[in-house]
Structure formats: structure tokens, C-alpha cells
């Protein structure tokens, strides 16, 4: 760490910025004893002229300013090179006034505001979602868990990024060994660029091969603080409108946030119907192969006859005509995302139409296994969360090839050997195939309360 004079500071900087375009250096002052330095396409000028530029006019000395400047909010003296580039990259001002330097703090935030919640909607309940900036995400979570046991700590992670990062816990609440793994695995990050939660979330889980995801990646508010009491960690991310949570259980990713709202039958019912579309995306198809190739005498004869009668046209095997419809149904629901959003439902629409009407008239694939798509991809899209509803969409393919060299037998080891690795499953440390962290945590303020 090596201090430098204020012209020495200012020379040292217009050395390394002189090339940018974006570089700006004003003086101030009839003695010239105040300089400015900064970049434009990061620093907000208006800042700078309100509480820099029109205060040096309006001041009777120079020591009197100097003294302005030192006690502004944000502003810090500049006594490190490397500190001084960073916060010049980030969008601060150097102040140089006589032999001192100061970082005034002029970041320029370019963020979209509060938005609403698009990838997890809900019927009931709050509707904003996180944003780009940081702060404000911040201002999100504290308006709803205004304690003083909250605590954020931070950090920055990429070389050439210099992406900020906000750990988030309850002091009394949170796991010690949890919160200790996820700084452990943040240090531990070395990246030039990131600018995504989920890419984060790749980085910072300890299994390069999984399937399941084992941090929950959100954008929503009140899901971060629900998670917040139950002991969790929320990790927010400057620049991206996600969050991570951790750790996550299984169940976890089939709970929407105005499950909390309903009536309790009405969201144990709710939330049975999510796993019951678990068990039919994942089954049914490898159910259909093993029923119409090798397993029909499960059926009763008039069910068979019926997928006989509906397969007659079709010149391949049933597991070909799977594949081959859940490939299309992929395709469809890849376009729907990609395209633009004037665009995407009308085309994706309209081709699945006529997709699945031309292919049955054709002989290509069976009236039945139109509605077994239909009913695979509805069933799919009834989990709150993305990220498990592509784990499912994978999956299921491993048990129709299952089924395709075992039949019913693949089928039941295949769910079995599904249920075995959850059961193995750690998220950071603790066992991913459980109800939930809230329920040890009660009991521990049970147990308190009665000591």
C-alpha cells in the first residue's frame, strides 16, 4: 500500500486513461488548486456538477471545501493506487484539491427498477421482483425483515468484472457450517466476467456431474425472505435480477409463495396436484413403450386394442414415435422461449397444430401419443421453478430408454434409482431429500423457550 500526493495520484491516473475516450479532466477554481477526474460512461454528471462543481463556486476557500469534500457521505481519501483505478472503473470522481485526494462517490446506476415477478408468477401475494441493482434489491429484502439480526456481508468477484456480491443470513437464525461453506466457495471462485446468479450457481456448487439442482435461483423477494427464516443463505449478485438461495431441499422447488396464502386444504391439494404432474412427465411415456411393446397384458384388453388399433398406420417401433414426439414438443417449447414475444405464441401455437394433425394423418405417430405429450409437457410446466422443470425434461428420456430396453422393469428401477441418489444427495452438508430446515428450527426455539 504506498501513499501518494495528490498531483502524483492525478498524474498516475491520466497516465493510465488518457487513451479512453470516455475520459474527462476539469479544474476548478481560480488558483486551479481543484482538479477532477473521472469517466463519463460510468459517473453520473449530474452528481458531480450539484455537489462538486457548484459547491467550489460557492465556497469562500479552498480549506473550507477540502473540508466539504472529506465529510460528504460516500467519500473516501484516495491513499491506494489500486484502490484509486477501481473506483474510477466503478464510476467514482478523484477530487484533487492541494496535496490531497479524494474518491467522491458519482456511480452512475443504469437499472430497469422494480419489475414484476414474470418467471414465477402467483395468483396471490406481493408481485415485485428483484432488479439489476444491488442496492436496491438490498432496500427489497430489508423492507420485509426489518431486524438488526439480519446481516450482509460483501464482496466482489472477476478480475475484469468487478461484479459485487452480498451475502445475506439471519445472525440467530442461520446455520454456522452453512454460511462458512458458501464464503468458503465464493473465495474460491476465480473468474474474469460474471454476470448471471445462475452462472454463479454453476461455480459455486461442489459437484461438476448433477442433475438435480441443489441451490434454489430466484427472482423474487418474498421467497428470499421466507428462505431467510428458515436459516438459509440468500447470495444477491449486482447487475442480474436473480438471487441464489442456500441450501435447498426437494421440496423446495415445488412450493409457490402463495401456497402460504391458501386455505391449508386447498394448498396441500395444490401442491399434491405438482407431484402427481411430477410422476405423470416422468412416467408416462416410458409407461406408453412398455404398454404398447412389451408389457400390454398390464392392460385390460379393450385399453390394448385401443393403442394396437391407434398404432396401426405407424410403420416403427413405439419408442421411436416417443422420442420422436418429445423431441418436437422440446423444439416447440425452445422456440416459445427464443423467439420474440410478438411472435413466439402464435407461431409456437400454430405449429404444434399442424405439427400434430399432418403427422396423425400421415401415419407418422398415433392419436394417442399426441394426448401424451400434450399431457407430459402440461404436466412439466406445473412446477414453480425452472430449474427442476429442466432436470425433469431430462430425465425423463433416461427412463424411456429404460423402459425401451426393460419395459416395466426399467420403469421401477429407474424411479427407485431416482429416489436413491435424492436420498444421497447434500446440499451443503445437509440432506436434500428432506421436508424442510424450518422444522429443526422450531423445535430448537421449542427447546430453548423451555429451558
Not at 297 to 316: D, T
Request: charged letters at 20%; a neutral charge.
Amino acid at each position: 500500500m504506498t501513499t501518494h500526493r495528490a498531483s502524483n495520484a492525478a498524474n498516475w491516473l491520466r497516465e493510465k486513461l488518457t487513451e479512453q475516450s470516455d475520459y474527462e479532466e476539469i479544474t476548478l477554481g481560480a488558483s486551479s488548486q481543484i482538479q477532477l477526474q473521472y469517466l463519463k460512461s460510468v459517473t453520473n454528471s449530474n452528481l458531480v456538477f450539484q455537489y462538486v462543481v457548484v459547491p467550489s463556486y460557492e465556497m469562500a476557500d479552498v480549506e473550507a471545501y477540502e473540508a466539504y469534500i472529506a465529510t460528504f457521505p460516500g467519500t473516501g481519501k484516495a491513499d491506494d493506487l489500486q484502490k484509486l483505478i477501481e473506483g474510477i472503473l466503478e464510476g467514482y470522481t478523484l477530487v484533487s484539491i492541494g496535496p490531497n485526494s479524494y474518491l467522491f462517490n458519482s456511480v452512475k446506476v443504469e437499472s430497469s427498477g422494480v419489475g414484476e415477478a414474470i418467471n414465477e408468477a402467483i395468483v396471490q401475494g406481493p408481485r415485485d421482483a428483484f432488479s439489476e441493482n444491488i442496492e436496491m434489491n438490498l432496500n427489497l429484502i430489508r423492507r420485509r425483515y426489518q431486524t438488526s439480526e439480519l446481516k450482509v456481508e460483501t464482496m466482489t468477484l472477476g478480475s475484469l468484472s468487478r461484479t459485487a456480491i452480498a451475502i445475506v443470513y439471519d445472525q440467530e437464525r442461520v446455520d454456522s457450517s452453512v454460511l462458512q461453506q458458501v464464503k468458503d466457495r465464493l473465495k474460491r471462485v476465480k473468474i474474469d466476467i460474471l454476470q448471471s446468479a445462475g452462472e454463479l450457481e454453476k461455480y459455486i456448487s461442489p459437484h461438476r456431474f448433477r442433475i438435480f439442482p441443489n441451490m434454489v435461483v430466484t427472482e423474487r423477494p418474498d421467497r428470499v425472505v421466507l428462505n431467510l427464516t428458515e436459516g438459509k443463505v440468500a447470495i444477491l449478485m449486482d447487475t442480474t435480477g436473480f438471487a441464489i438461495i442456500a441450501p435447498a431441499v426437494f421440496t423446495d422447488f415445488f412450493s409457490a409463495m402463495d401456497d402460504k396464502i391458501q386455505i391449508p386444504l386447498v394448498s396441500q391439494f395444490l401442491k399434491l396436484i405438482r407431484y402427481v404432474g411430477l410422476f405423470i412427465t416422468l412416467t408416462l411415456p416410458g409407461l406408453y413403450v412398455t404398454f404398447a411393446s412389451y408389457n400390454p397384458e398390464i392392460l385390460k384388453s379393450q385399453l390394448v386394442l385401443l393403442i394396437a388399433g391407434s398404432r396401426a398406420a405407424v410403420p416403427y417401433p413405439s419408442f421411436m414415435e416417443v422420442f420422436f414426439m418429445l423431441l418436437m414438443m422440446e423444439f416447440l417449447t425452445e422456440a416459445s422461449l427464443r423467439l420474440p414475444k410478438a411472435i413466439g405464441p402464435t407461431a409456437t401455437t400454430v405449429g404444434g397444430l399442424i405439427l400434430g394433425q399432418a403427422a396423425t394423418q400421415a401415419g407418422l405417430v398415433s392419436n394417442i401419443m399426441i394426448i401424451l405429450v400434450s399431457a407430459v409437457a402440461i404436466s412439466n410446466f406445473v412446477i414453480p421453478l425452472s430449474m427442476m422443470g429442466y432436470t425433469i425434461r431430462v430425465l425423463k428420456y433416461i427412463i424411456v430408454l429404460t423402459a425401451m430396453l426393460f419395459g416395466v422393469v426399467g420403469i421401477m428401477v429407474s424411479v427407485v434409482g431416482i429416489i436413491m441418489y435424492l436420498s444421497d444427495v447434500r446440499s451443503f452438508g445437509k440432506p436434500y431429500f428432506r421436508l424442510t430446515l424450518w422444522e429443526s428450527k422450531e423445535k430448537v426455539g421449542h427447546q430453548h423457550g423451555k429451558s
